[in-house]
């Protein structure tokens, strides 16, 4: 029987380090929350926006301290159903200030999204405070038939939760649906309810218990432009010669009712409520300094748009080349160029690029999968990313041109579920060597010298194998 070697004090030591260390990176990475029975929601008005291809839920909170302590956070949750939908979440508090969330869980709701939501001031006991949250959902909308003609209208089902999903008590509660049209084909009627036009009241109900579920089913016209971006590539290239490139490669579908039976151009054409649930042109949104604007497919550029030049933006007005019905896709490439001064600062060799993670691409949009990449000037080092959003950091890569012998760092990430809300700033850091600025036109003068040397030297080189010879006249 072999004996167990005892271990050193050193080695006992060290072990117990890792073994305290492992424990508290496993708990930072994996948030875990408990429901207060000390909170509850005094009052929520809630608004469910469903007249575009987006749910936009926007609820306005009331939260009261019945304990005895201060309150410095409070949980939202998402229903089940409804969990992998959530594209966005945001909250403010009374003075329109964000407020930090962070995702979390508790224990015994494994199947419930959460997020912890930090008050900028505790709410003290008896009190109450305010904040509006705003919540996004894609693809909870579903076409119903699935299948329309060409003159037919879409009609959609919304399946929702007609009580706002809390880990509190809500002592009374109301929720307006807006629908934004007067062809409403059927819609749960649970009293007190109003119907209006373009919109259904809902409420008020008195003290509903944590986590209550009640179908809310709502089936009606909507014949906005069901567009899903099913993947984006956003290219930006930074030059220290004072111009920043950037080009998006785009795929974009149709994502609502198919068309059944066969397409018409002539009567698409002649009669225009033909094809009211497809899509014929959406505007695009640049930065206002954008220029060489480019929009093209794999036939060539597309000349169908129109481009306007704003205050505070450019605005595209694309149409594809042919109209876009349910199942029907689209892929082009949209590039321009912007002024590095409004986006790249710097001081010595340190710099910073702030721009945006994505652009606006057409109203309400849905955006299954971004991929943003940045090329830097060759020789930058040190690059640090600060993003204001969770994203997926992809391997960092080499992207050769001309005149380049290392490569120019790219750094690229990824992010599934993206919406308008998504189009904020991210905030690059690097630094470069403002000397290898002269290595581009070195390069070029040392090139063009050595070429007009050879040029010298075949010249004068003699590689005739007789001589000529010379007759002297006697």
Same mark, same amino acid.
């Given at each position: 029987m072999s004996k167990i070697k005892m +271990?050193?004090?050193?080695?006992? &030591?060290?072990?117990?380090?890792?073994? /305290?260390?492992?424990?508290?990176?496993?708990?930072?990475?994996?948030?875990?929350?408990?429901?207060? $029975?000390?909170?509850?929601?005094?009052?929520?008005?809630?608004?469910?926006?469903?007249?575009?291809?987006?749910?936009?839920?926007?609820?306005?909170?009331?939260?009261?301290?019945?304990?005895?302590?201060?309150?410095?956070?409070?949980? +939202?949750?998402?229903?089940?159903?409804?969990?992998?939908?959530?594209?966005?979440?945001?909250?403010?508090?009374? $003075?329109?200030?964000?407020?930090?969330?962070?995702?979390?869980?508790?224990?015994?709701?494994?199947?419930?999204?959460f997020w912890r939501v930090d008050l900028k001031d505790s709410v003290n006991a008896g009190s109450t405070a305010t904040v509006t949250v705003e919540t996004v959902l894609t693809k909870a909308l579903q076409p119903y038939p699935t299948a329309i003609t060409q003159q037919e209208d879409q009609l959609v089902k919304f399946n929702g939760n007609l009580y706002t999903y809390s880990p509190y008590l809500v002592a009374s509660q109301k929720t307006?649906?807006?629908?934004?049209?007067?062809?409403?084909?059927?819609?749960?009627?649970?009293?007190?309810?109003?119907?209006?036009?373009?919109?259904?009241?809902?409420?008020?109900?008195?003290?509903?218990?944590?986590?209550?579920?009640?179908?809310?089913?709502?089936?009606?016209?909507?014949?906005?432009?069901?567009?899903?971006?099913?993947?984006?590539?956003? /290219?930006?290239e930074v030059s220290h010669w004072g111009n920043i490139a950037v080009e998006e490669v785009i795929e974009i579908e149709h994502s609502g009712a198919k068309l059944k039976g066969p397409f018409s151009r002539y009567d698409y054409q002649q009669d225009h409520h033909s094809g009211p649930a497809s899509v014929r042109s959406y505007k695009t949104l640049l930065p206002a300094s954008a220029s060489d604007v480019y929009y093209r497919?794999?036939?060539?550029?597309?000349?169908?748009?129109?481009?306007?030049?704003?205050?505070?933006?450019?605005? +595209?007005?694309?149409? #594809?080349?042919?109209? &876009?019905?349910?199942?029907?896709?689209?892929?082009y490439t949209l590039g321009y160029n912007v002024p590095s001064y409004e986006y790249l600062y710097h001081t010595g060799n340190d710099y910073l690029l702030k721009?945006?993670?994505?652009?606006?691409?057409?109203?309400?949009?849905?955006?299954d999968e971004l991929v943003t990449k940045?090329?830097? #000037?060759?020789? $930058?080092?040190?690059?640090?990313?600060?993003?204001?959003?969770?994203?997926?950091?992809?391997?960092?890569?080499?992207?050769?041109?001309?005149?380049?012998?290392?490569?120019?760092?790219?750094?690229?990430?990824t992010k599934k579920n993206v919406v308008e809300n998504h189009i904020q700033d991210f905030q690059l850091r690097y630094t470069f060597p403002r000397l290898l600025m002269l290595q581009e036109p070195l390069l070029v003068v040392g090139f063009l010298y050595a070429l007009f040397l050879c040029v010298i030297i075949y010249v004068r080189l003699d590689f005739s194998i007789h001589k000529a010879e010379h007759h002297h006249k006697d």
């Open positions: +271990l050193p004090a050193m080695d006992k &030591l060290r072990f117990s380090f890792i073994f /305290l260390l492992f424990i508290v990176i496993k708990c930072e990475s994996i948030s875990v929350d408990t429901i207060s $029975s000390d909170i509850r929601f005094k009052n929520v008005d809630r608004t469910i926006d469903i007249s575009s291809q987006l749910v936009k839920i926007t609820s306005k909170l009331t939260l009261e301290n019945t304990g005895g302590t201060p309150v410095k956070n409070f949980l +939202l949750a998402i229903e089940e159903f409804a969990k992998n939908n959530v594209a966005f979440v945001g909250a403010k508090d009374s $003075s329109s200030k964000d407020l930090r969330l962070v995702e979390t869980t508790v224990k015994g709701h494994d199947q419930v999204r307006n649906v807006i629908v934004n049209t007067k062809s409403v084909e059927s819609f749960s009627k649970v009293k007190p309810f109003s119907q209006q036009d373009g919109a259904i009241q809902y409420g008020p109900y008195p003290n509903t218990k944590p986590f209550s579920e009640k179908e809310l089913v709502i089936h009606y016209r909507n014949n906005s432009p069901f567009l899903t971006v099913t993947r984006v590539e956003r /290219l930006i497919d794999t036939n060539g550029n597309i000349s169908t748009s129109n481009m306007k030049v704003k205050k505070d933006s450019v605005e +595209l007005d694309l149409r #594809p080349r042919y109209p &876009l019905f349910g199942g029907w896709r689209t892929h721009m945006r993670i994505i652009d606006h691409i057409f109203d309400d949009m849905q955006v940045i090329i830097l #000037p060759e020789g $930058s080092t040190s690059v640090k990313v600060n993003l204001p959003y969770a994203v997926t950091r992809l391997p960092d890569s080499l992207h050769y041109t001309y005149l380049d012998t290392k490569g120019r760092p790219v750094i690229s990430f």
